[in-house]
């Protein structure tokens, strides 16, 4: 009975001494966290305030939020990995998330001229030079960062034009030229020095150049081969992907076969794959050693290669390519199918099955890329780790030399736009703090963070907090008939304006956050009677893990912060699952003392000094 | 008062009743009174009760009169018959559509104007009737939509910002057991652990149920001096037992220590189980209650919990031997038999 009555009404119980801590939101990383979307993306943008000035029909201050952020909106708006979409709150509330990606590019798309707002070059030197090897994603960015500070930034590229991997892998009917021209002019009118058409062959050599600083972000430029019995014999009709792509951007390569087999399961294989259809592949397969579901390649991509008749076949593995006196024939695959080892990790094996021959004129190999430094002398300072690549600080990008910073596929191998422009805004700070003699880890800036009432009057809030009910909008796409016929023509539409606007409607507005004053609360249970997601509970205090079980609803993510307020008058805690909190603010607009507010979160990650007074 | 709609999304692991329901699927409207009104936490009350006990919401009629407290059936049960009457005539209202149809469960929603002012004759002569139905006054000692002036239930001493109440209360509790109820409760709106089970067992209950719940006007009755606050309710509250609700055929398993758990078996085989928290409070004692309130009220006690209950009740279809089938679903030819049986009727009383 002593139990039950420690339960009962539970009004006069004793407060808790044991238990969860009150939550700390004075720690930035609790409200960013709680930003989804924000929070997974490698840069940090800030998303849901772009998406709510495109609701507003801003695409010039949207555009450039994200150009502060992301360096490239309207590249990413179209290309981008997207991590912050499997993040989005509205994907675990509802059947979909907010197609954030291509609300970029309703930015991109409708912004006006926004040159007058951009940096313009310094006009005062500070003097310190520093090498960018590559022009991707990743170097345009430091260039980005520096160029305002006075810096003087040499850029080599071994292409002619700007835009590394993103001018020479992603194929025109995914990227139009212009888009891409427009976004890399934005840096080039910074004048940085550029030595295009130039390639490093020694990094000891650059490095007796005189450079303040050296920045690698040359990628992974070399695509993995094969090595199965025909490949020599064939070698005229086997292509190594992110080679054929690359001269296919640059008009070299115009034609493929009738037949195509595309092998490997990623990105590249999706682009070379659809980019076969246009330059007159007839039957063009992909064929992938995993499972469908184990793809490397985004969802969205296989959708689309799917679309234009592209048929995905998987577990096969490339045993041999055929040939007939070196004219390739075809590729013989055998059938595996995928178990768990006594270790739990996934193996294929065989099935036993005969082997299949696929019949084809041209293969591409699409089976991954690696990174390769034979440009890089062993004994410049840099040490490299048992992978053979360079041992690196993921936070400052600094090498075990000092004076030399690695970014973007250059770093860590393979991922992508997104982790490039932060690999480059990181080491435009590490540079900028290594020139001004401070130290590029304990001196690295903070961010700058805000958290302000939203509250414009009784019930009104400076967001619009009704709650869109619509289902995720579908890009519209050029004709089939017609995008096949050419490789330069853009498959995907983009929203339209109004189609833009449904969709920003969809975001939750997660950055406007739920902030619990404990001594303002009455406990008069309001804001749990109103709260359309049930993630309010008002108990006697426990464990994360014994609270997680009393809440009013299911709090089984424990990815998602519990938010618990102080102890309360009844010697009871408020606790918010922010699971799934639609931040609707309906909890704020009942309670009566206003110890629930809405408050906005805004974080901008730290770049390089002065960038941030743009 | 808010502007949106409550957004239809909800939680995906909701639990779900017997019928496939959520709770959400027991709610109304969204609601127009003041922020942290206690009424809400009473509706949300409600919604919970129905949600456990698989009620199928057509099978509900509620009722109202006028006032804050009557406005709230539209916050609850958006698939339920519902009735707003005028002021103070709402338990005529229910008694009538409990003659007409009584496989209904009927929910009398009132507040202290409505029903200790201008109905106080009305809730008596209801409650004395025993209709069967759950009658809940939800009590703030003020006239909310008037700005606050005190209510028939306001307690004498009791301050509110600008008034001392010199009047005697009534207490609809006390009145209840005079006029005979066969369940009567008083709860409070800040103690959703004490109010649904009540509620839930009131709902089950076959006769006349009266729950008083104290229900905090934050707008017009919330401040340190009054006796209808949230924090003086919370600090003087008497709860006299702990009910729980326990479903048809589910078993009670757990031994209690003797005297200290009392199992009533209702009507419909749900049974209540009675945690004694007031030594030898028995909640079957009606006279007992009316003493134990009296006591504790000039203590200035809040006293709480299951007051008093009749397990067997009789309501007013008993009282009037009426048939099982509703008489609303009579058709003509039972209503007029004809002129064979009324000369047969007649015949009887020569």
Redesign the interface.
């Known amino acids: 009975?002593s139990s039950?009555?420690a339960?009962?009404?539970?009004?006069?119980g004793p407060a808790h001494p044991t238990g969860m801590k009150p939550t700390d939101v004075s720690n930035p990383d609790y409200f960013h966290k709680v930003v989804d979307c924000q929070w997974a993306c490698p840069a940090h943008t800030p998303v849901p305030e772009y998406i709510r000035l495109i609701a507003a029909g801003r695409y010039s201050d949207a555009y450039m939020i994200n150009w502060e952020s992301n360096v490239f909106p309207g590249v990413l708006g179209r290309t981008c990995d997207r991590p912050c979409e499997p993040a989005c709150r509205r994907g675990?509330?509802?059947a979909e998330p907010v197609a954030i990606c291509r609300l970029k590019r309703v930015a991109a798309d409708n912004k006006d001229d926004i040159r007058d707002r951009l940096p313009v070059a310094s006009h005062h030197k500070n003097g310190k030079r520093i090498a960018l090897i590559g022009a991707g994603p990743a170097s345009l960015t430091v260039a980005r960062d520096l160029l305002p500070l006075g810096y003087t930034v040499v850029i080599y590229d071994q292409d002619k034009l700007a835009g590394g991997m993103m001018r020479t892998q992603i194929p025109k009917f995914r990227l139009p030229e212009t888009v891409l021209d427009e976004e890399c002019n934005y840096i080039l009118d910074l004048q940085p020095e550029l030595k295009f058409g130039q390639r490093i062959d020694s990094m000891k050599a650059l490095a007796g150049e005189n450079y303040d600083a050296i920045f690698v972000g040359c990628g992974a430029p070399r695509g993995r081969d094969l090595e199965i019995p025909g490949r020599m014999e064939a070698v005229a009709n086997i292509h190594i992907g992110i080679d054929w792509l690359s001269s296919v951007s640059f008009g070299h390569i115009e034609k493929i076969g009738k037949r195509v087999i595309v092998l490997g399961g990623g990105n590249t294989a999706m682009d070379c794959c659809r980019t076969s259809r246009r330059l007159g592949g007839e039957k063009v397969d992909v064929v992938v050693r995993s499972g469908f579901e184990e793809m490397k390649a985004s969802p969205w991509e296989k959708d689309d290669a799917m679309g234009e008749g592209i048929p995905i076949h998987n577990n096969l593995v490339p045993k041999e390519f055929k040939h007939d006196g070196g004219k390739l024939k075809g590729v013989v695959f055998e059938k595996v199918k995928a178990q768990r080892d006594a270790k739990g990790r996934r193996e294929l094996v065989p099935t036993g099955e005969p082997d299949v021959l696929m019949e084809c004129d041209d293969v591409l190999v699409a089976v991954g890329q690696e990174n390769a430094f034979p440009w890089i002398e062993r004994d410049v300072g840099i040490e490299f780790d048992r992978w053979d690549m360079p041992k690196v600080d993921t936070v400052t990008m600094q090498s075990t030399n000092p004076k030399i910073f690695f970014g973007g596929d250059s770093a860590f191998g393979p991922k992508n736009i997104i982790w490039a422009v932060a690999h480059g805004h990181e080491a435009a700070i590490s540079i900028d703090l290594l020139c001004s003699g401070k130290d590029v880890k304990a001196d690295r800036p903070p961010p700058l963070v805000n958290l302000m009432s939203q509250k414009m009057g009784i019930?009104?809030w400076s967001y619009d907090?009704?709650?869109s009910?619509d289902l995720r909008y579908k890009v519209p796409h050029t004709p089939k008939e017609i995008a096949l016929k050419n490789v330069k023509i853009e498959v995907e539409l983009g929203f339209d304006p109004k189609a833009g606007f449904l969709e920003a409607q969809r975001c939750l507005n997660c950055d406007i956050e739920t902030v619990f004053e404990t001594k303002l609360c009455?406990?008069?249970?309001?804001c749990?009677?109103?709260c359309?997601?049930?993630?309010i509970t008002f108990t006697e205090n426990g464990d994360e893990e014994d609270l997680r079980t009393r809440l009013t609803?299911?709090a089984?993510n424990p990815t998602q912060d519990l938010y618990l307020s102080e102890i309360l008058?009844?010697g009871r805690v408020m606790v918010k699952d922010e699971d799934?909190c639609?931040h609707?603010g309906?909890c704020a607009?009942?309670?009566?003392?206003g110890a629930w507010d809405m408050k906005k979160f805004y974080l901008e990650p730290a770049q390089a000094e002065s960038c941030r007074s743009l | 008062m808010t502007y949106i709609t409550k957004p239809k999304l909800r939680h995906p692991g909701l639990p779900k009743n017997n019928l496939g329901f959520t709770h959400r699927d027991y709610e109304g409207s969204i609601s127009t009174l003041c922020a942290g009104c206690g009424h809400d936490s009473i509706s949300a009350s409600l919604i919970q009760a129905c949600f456990e006990l698989d009620i199928e919401p057509h099978r509900v009629a509620k009722l109202s009169g006028i006032g804050c407290s009557s406005k709230t059936p539209d916050y609850l049960l958006g698939n339920s018959h519902g009735f707003n009457s005028v002021h103070g005539r709402m338990p005529s209202v229910l008694t009538g559509a409990n003659l007409a149809n009584r496989d209904l469960i009927y929910m009398g929603i009132s507040g202290d104007g409505d029903s200790a002012s201008i109905g106080l004759g009305q809730f008596a002569h209801c409650v004395r009737r025993g209709v069967n139905m759950v009658y809940i006054c939800e009590n703030n000692g003020v006239y909310g939509l008037t700005k606050g002036q005190f209510s028939a239930t306001a307690d004498k001493g009791s301050k509110s910002k600008t008034a001392v109440n010199s009047d005697s209360p009534i207490d609809l509790v006390s009145l209840a057991l005079i006029l005979g109820a066969t369940f009567v409760a008083r709860s409070f709106s800040g103690d959703k652990k004490q109010l649904i089970p009540l509620l839930k067992a009131a709902i089950t209950h076959r006769g006349s149920a009266v729950i008083d719940v104290v229900s905090p006007c934050v707008q017009f009755n919330n401040n340190p001096a009054s006796t209808k606050s949230y924090d003086f309710v919370r600090e003087h509250n008497e709860a006299v037992n702990r009910l729980d609700f326990i479903e048809p055929r589910a078993q009670i398993t757990v031994d209690y220590e003797p005297g200290t758990v009392e199992i009533v078996t209702q009507h419909d085989g749900s049974q209540l189980k009675l945690s004694k928290l007031h030594g030898s409070y028995d909640a079957r004692d009606r006279v007992a209650a009316m003493t134990y309130l009296q006591e504790h009220h000039a203590k200035g006690e809040v006293v709480t919990g299951l007051l008093y209950l009749d397990p067997e009740p009789e309501d007013l279809h008993a009282h009037l031997n009426t048939i099982a089938t509703p008489l609303n679903t009579l058709g003509e030819k039972e209503l007029c038999p004809g002129a064979k049986k009324l000369a047969d009727v007649n015949e009887s009383y020569r």
């Open positions: 009975m039950a009555l339960e009962e009404p539970g009004l006069k675990r509330v509802e019930h009104e907090n009704d709650i009910n009455i406990e008069c249970d309001a749990v009677d109103i359309p997601m049930d993630c609803a299911p089984p008058k009844t799934m639609l609707c309906l607009e009942r309670c009566p003392t």
